[in-house]
Structures are given as structure tokens and as C-alpha cells.
């Protein structure tokens, strides 16, 4: 799990905390929805969720442009996932489909192919054999 910065205002979109540079992108994209600390460790958080379908574009441009990477959207909308890169996603996971597993590359499956053979063999070996 991530650590959020504590001055995050509670919600799906968040700063993740430390690593910050300074660059003040998002800030610059979303300047009611971004907030900055003062003093050392200067830090960019979510002040406020966004409210509006324009907020969310700002919210989620800020996401875009974040230099280090640690604005992240950690709500399961799925409308606004589908807009975010992966890689910025807490829940992403939710929405892939599982990779599908080919049963005869099993461990599994490969054994019951080889009892399935046998079977095969055995019953062939019964048919000869009664005539
Ligand atoms: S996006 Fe990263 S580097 Fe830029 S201000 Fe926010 S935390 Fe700092």
C-alpha cells in the first residue's frame, strides 16, 4: 500500500508521499484541487477532490503531468481508470482479466494426458487381445 502524504485531503485522487522535486506542474493544471507546502520538503497534495466533470479532467491532466510520478488515483471509477495510464492506477489490477491459462501447459494437464493415453492404449490392448 502506499503512503499517502498527510495533507492529502481524504479521496480517491492523492500524492503519494516524498520523492517530491518541486516541479509545481500539477499545480499549474489543477491549481483549486492542488495545494503546496511551505518550507523544507516542499511538497505538492490533493487539497480538495475534484467536484465536476472539468475537475476531474484538471485532476486527472495533473496525474498527467507530474514529473516524479506520485500523483495516483486510488478510487475504482471505472471511467476515469480507463483515462489514466495503468502505472498511476492503485486498482488497475481490478479491471484486467486475469491471463488465461492453457490447461495442457499445466503440470495438471499434462498428466491427464498421459493417463488419457494410457487409457487409450490399455483399451486397445483389451480389443486386440479378445479376438
Ligand atoms: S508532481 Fe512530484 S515533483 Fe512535482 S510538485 Fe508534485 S510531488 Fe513534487
Known amino acids: 500500500m502506499r503512503k499517502r502524504h498527510?495533507?492529502?485531503?481524504?479521496?480517491?485522487?492523492?500524492?503519494?508521499?516524498?520523492?517530491?522535486?518541486?516541479?509545481?506542474?500539477?499545480?499549474?493544471?489543477?491549481?483549486?484541487?492542488m495545494g503546496w507546502t511551505d518550507g523544507p520538503g516542499d511538497h505538492c497534495y490533493f487539497k480538495r477532490q475534484p467536484a465536476t466533470a472539468e475537475e476531474v479532467d484538471r485532476a486527472i491532466r495533473a496525474l498527467e503531468v507530474s514529473c516524479c510520478r506520485a500523483l495516483r488515483y486510488g478510487g475504482d471509477d471505472p471511467a476515469i481508470i480507463a483515462r489514466l495510464e495503468p502505472e498511476l492506477v492503485d486498482h488497475a489490477s481490478r479491471e484486467e482479466t486475469p491471463p488465461?491459462?492453457?490447461?495442457?501447459?499445466?503440470?495438471?494437464?499434462?498428466?491427464?494426458i498421459a493417463a488419457l493415453l494410457l487409457l487409450i492404449v490399455l483399451a486397445a490392448a483389451l480389443v486386440l487381445e479378445s479376438r
Not at 488465461?100 to 491427464?112: E, I, L, N, Q, Y
Open 100 to 112: 488465461a491459462v492453457d490447461p495442457v501447459r499445466t503440470p495438471s494437464g499434462r498428466w491427464m
Open 6 to 33: 498527510q495533507l492529502n485531503v481524504v479521496g480517491a485522487f492523492y500524492v503519494e508521499d516524498g520523492g517530491c522535486i518541486a516541479c509545481g506542474a500539477p499545480e499549474a493544471e489543477a491549481p483549486e484541487l
